[in-house]
């Protein structure tokens, strides 16, 4: 009988591992293993630490095993493995032999818990076999079938704060099986509603949910989905790729996702992951460092409106150049090479005898993604929206994967790889700029990936052939992200136009918004409302004559938001500003912790209002700060009416 794994949690002698079945049932079994933990041997022998390590009375089994050492894998080194039934018992046995001087904890990433799973080929989140409880799916193919999980959410619809009442929750539930919404404050019916739910969604207050609710425990997977990036079938993507349980997906970061990843492969190898990545950079001279140290290729957009415009966009630029000239921490400057290839303007080298193994990670990834996308345009729209959640997962994990070759506490990072994939990405976007001069077009904007061209009567035809040409001189992938009929770059406070700052009308008639305040965080709901009817307002016209017309009309909206702000006619719930906290303790008095400390509210989402003493908006009508408001509203007016007169010139 087939099912599908749920969760697997360690226990004394091996997983207890939840399945659900075609119908929805929770099964549970028990998956007797080992769990193993590794240890460098440090002035002994690793022989001798074997015999040590076998007097502890949780070892089951210890012996010597050959690893390469980093950071070039090119040195064989001794390593103790041992094994043990208990798995919280393998930190203790690791930190032991470190307080002793016998040898430093190593391989502890993946952790234990995935390493275990990958040894008994039991993905967490994949159709499982009950009897043998092994994997029976290609994890390499992209298309599997989204597992049988039933999914509800709760959403909080009203909280009182800490201490005001005996059940101060009230929560909406939403769920993937339940025929209508159900609001309730009662745990008896939260109990019953959520009875068939194996992963329970939950982003408030967790500390009064299970204090007025214990029976909330009963589920077996909880995951607050403000602290993920992505939906179900993102994360269970991501379960496949890194076999990290949903679980604990929930409070993992997309570096964690992605080191996970570069683990397995490390390990598949046996390349050595020391536990503290000791990392120096040699000193260099500020005019070297100047050089090589500038980031990604940017060109300021000059504020105004244009017309007839193609955004282009390299396909992952950063991980294709990762990939095609092999860019991984020990392929850059290796001693011991008889292929190099160097890179511009930083003076690094690569080696590219071997694949390495960042390059090695990624490729999967990037032929995954490709796959995913390109079945998205042939789906059905139920279907469209699940793979179109994979693949955005996917991304996530790409994206993540150049700045961690920078970050210095990073298990698979080295700077110099990092400034060898920015040099390279400048002299791509350079080239790329070059040719679409020299195609007759304009260059509007350039920000890391993307270039904004525009040419007067250009047809698609000709931004597809200047793709083209792009692509075959600088060997990676680049496609057409939109047509517009037009596109603004405000003007900012400095009075110039800001990177990845816009919005424009595409030719379909769709609304595409970068970096306003209409598609940001913590700014009053009011403001972004008021800048995204606008934006709409102006959308409705195509050309020259018509968007001069639909400007008159979005700067007398906001006009009229000013007014109604001024007289206090504008609803409470308009005016909220949603911020996180993300400390537990702040030094400075901003708004959204002042406002928390008034609502006693110690952890997640601070809805707020502005007044002279920011309070949460649960609180009910206070009063606000019209001023606040209506200085913010009046930004959104100036940047308007300047994009306003510069069509008028």
Request: charged share 30%; aromatic share 8%; with cysteine.
């Amino acid at each position: 009988m087939d099912v599908w794994s749920l969760d697997v949690i360690p226990r004394r002698g091996g997983f207890e591992v939840l399945l659900v079945d075609e119908n929805g049932e929770v099964l549970r079994r028990f998956l007797k293993t080992t769990f193993v933990g590794y240890i460098l041997p440090k002035d002994v022998s690793a022989s001798k630490l074997v015999d040590l390590i076998l007097q502890h009375p949780l070892v089951s089994d210890a012996y010597v095993e050959t690893w390469l050492r980093p950071p070039w894998y090119d040195e064989k080194v001794e390593v103790v493995k041992f094994l043990t039934e208990r798995y919280g018992s393998i930190r203790l046995i690791q930190r032991r032999a470190a307080e002793l001087g016998l040898g430093e904890p190593v391989n502890t990433y993946p952790s234990p818990l995935t390493q275990a799973l990958v040894r008994n080929r039991l993905n967490p989140c994949s159709r499982t076999d009950f009897s043998r409880l092994v994997t029976v799916e290609d994890l390499e193919n992209p298309f599997y079938q989204p597992p049988p999980y039933r999914v509800s959410e709760l959403v909080v619809t009203k909280w009182e704060g800490v201490g005001s009442g005996k059940r101060p929750l009230k929560l909406r539930i939403v769920s993937t099986f339940l025929k209508e919404e159900l609001r309730t404050d009662n745990a008896e019916r939260l109990r019953e509603a959520l009875h068939n739910t194996h992963i329970l969604l939950y982003g408030g207050p967790l500390k009064p949910l299970v204090t007025n609710f214990p029976e909330i425990l009963d589920v077996p997977v909880i995951i607050n989905p403000e602290t993920v990036l992505t939906g179900i079938d993102g994360l269970v993507e991501w379960c496949r790729l890194s076999w990290i349980p949903l679980r604990l997906l929930s409070n993992a970061s997309i570096g964690k996702v992605l080191t996970t990843i570069e683990g397995i492969e490390a390990l598949s190898r046996r390349y050595l992951v020391p536990e503290r990545v000791a990392r120096t950079e040699e000193f260099r001279p500020l005019s070297e460092l100047i050089k090589v140290d500038r980031g990604g290729f940017v060109m300021t957009p000059k504020p105004g409106i244009y017309f007839n415009v193609a955004q282009l966009d390299f396909n992952s630029l950063y991980p294709s150049i990762i990939v095609k000239y092999n860019i991984s921490p020990e392929t850059v400057n290796r001693p011991k090479c008889r292929n190099r290839i160097k890179v511009p303007e930083a003076g690094h080298e690569i080696c590219m005898d071997k694949e390495g193994l960042i390059p090695s990670v990624l490729s999967q990834l990037l032929k995954r993604r490709k796959a995913l996308k390109e079945a998205l345009h042939r789906s059905p729209p139920a279907l469209r929206k699940v793979l179109d959640e994979r693949q955005k997962a996917i991304k996530w994990v790409l994206v993540a994967s150049f700045g961690y070759l920078g970050y210095r506490n990073a298990r698979f990072g080295k700077i110099e790889a990092y400034e060898s994939v920015t040099a390279f990405a400048r002299e791509i976007l350079r080239r790329a700029i070059e040719i679409t001069y020299a195609e007759g077009f304009d260059v509007l904007h350039v920000i890391v990936d993307s270039i904004f061209a525009s040419r007067d009567n250009a047809l698609e035809e000709d931004y597809l052939r200047l793709a083209r040409r792009i692509e075959k001189e600088v060997g990676i992938g680049i496609k057409i992200e939109g047509l517009y009929d037009w596109v603004a770059f405000p003007r900012t406070s400095k009075g110039r136009g800001a990177p990845g700052r816009y919005f424009g009308r595409l030719v379909d008639g769709e609304v595409k918004i970068k970096g306003m305040e209409a598609v940001s965080r913590g700014v009053p709901l009011i403001v972004k409302e008021t800048q995204r009817e606008c934006i709409n307002i102006l959308a409705t016209a195509r050309g020259m004559e018509d968007l001069r017309k639909a400007f008159g009309l979005a700067l007398k909206y906001v006009e009229h938001m000013i007014t109604q702000t001024l007289n206090g006619e504008v609803p409470l719930e308009e005016l909220v500003i949603e911020r996180k906290l993300r400390r537990r303790k702040y030094r400075s008095r901003q708004p959204h912790v002042v406002a928390a400390n008034v609502g006693r509210i110690r952890e997640g989402k601070v809805t707020y209002i502005m007044a002279p003493i920011p309070y949460p908006f649960f609180l009910g009508n206070h009063g606000y700060s019209r001023a606040y408001y209506v200085n913010r509203l009046r930004r959104v007016y100036m940047e308007l009416a300047d994009l306003y007169r510069g069509l008028e010139k």
